[in-house]
């Protein structure tokens, strides 16, 4: 079974995103609001910032308590969106359940000329329209994993297993894009393996750990698998059944190490884009 490593192809990608950076007269700052004290979330913007001093980037934060009221958060947003330092920017979700945040109306409050993540109504019609300006960073980093192992795509069958706005839909839209046949599946899908087992490409973002193992795919299928997971004993594990599918399919993205860091290096990808003016 092939392994389709997030990391390597996340370290060619943030080579050349660093050689742009060094062109600019101004390094670019990604900004991240992080509301709440989750451990993960805090771990993630850490990585964020990682990779943006990697690539000669600058990090700015604004840290805000998880009984922050929905005005406060949208006055801080402001101040992001008034930022000259600040290039693109993101609030770090999800955010604290049961304070009155509608997370589509915090994506609202995003200026669309700073939106990192890709996921403002804006953003997300331009690419539905076939003008993308920036891309949801999850799904743009399944393609260059695709694109980078020469998985071919056009004329192939691909099964998305989410509906989200994060991944599910624009991942679909990406692929249909790059001429596969795409077919959307979610928790109220009937008999789920009916269509994964026909497909030649499955992308995974159930939410479920190892909720699929070899009985859901086609001998020889490329599997992407999105969900990340943290099991009883520390240990991280994604959607889909690892060791039930050695030998049986024929590619698959770890986790960790796979969709990850290619969410961060796409992010990487839409900031510089802003800061050179094409977003």
Not at 101 to 114: C, D, G, L, R
């Amino acid at each position: 079974m092939r392994c389709l490593d997030g990391k390597e192809v996340s370290s060619v990608i943030r080579r050349q995103i660093k050689e742009q950076v060094q062109k600019l007269d101004h390094p670019p700052g990604l900004g991240v609001i992080l509301v709440g004290e989750d451990p993960a979330s805090q771990v993630y913007v850490r990585n964020k910032f990682k990779a943006c001093k990697a690539v000669g980037m600058k990090s700015i934060e604004i840290k805000l308590p998880a009984t922050i009221c929905p005005d406060d958060l949208k006055a801080a947003m402001t101040d992001m969106n008034e930022n000259p330092d600040v290039t693109a920017y993101l609030v770090q979700l999800p955010l604290p359940r049961g304070k009155g945040f509608e997370t589509q109306q915090v994506m609202s409050w995003i200026a669309p000329y700073k939106d990192a993540d890709g996921l403002t109504v804006e953003s997300l019609g331009h690419l539905f329209a076939g003008v993308p300006k920036v891309i949801p960073c999850t799904p743009h980093g399944v393609m260059k994993i695709l694109e980078h192992y020469k998985i071919p795509v056009e004329g192939r069958r691909a099964v998305v297993i989410g509906r989200s706005q994060i991944v599910g839909y624009p991942m679909a839209h990406l692929l249909t894009d790059a001429n596969a046949t795409v077919t959307i599946c979610h928790s109220r899908t009937q008999n789920l393996y009916s269509h994964t087992r026909e497909a030649d490409i499955v992308v995974v973002a159930a939410g479920q750990p190892q909720f699929l193992g070899k009985d859901a795919f086609k001998k020889g299928a490329v599997v992407v698998d999105v969900g990340i997971h943290r099991m009883d004993n520390g240990q991280l594990c994604g959607d889909v059944d690892v060791e039930d599918l050695k030998g049986h399919i024929e590619a698959l993205t770890p986790v960790p190490g796979g969709v990850g860091p290619m969410t961060i290096t796409m992010l990487l990808q839409n900031t510089l884009k802003l800061a050179q003016g094409r977003g």
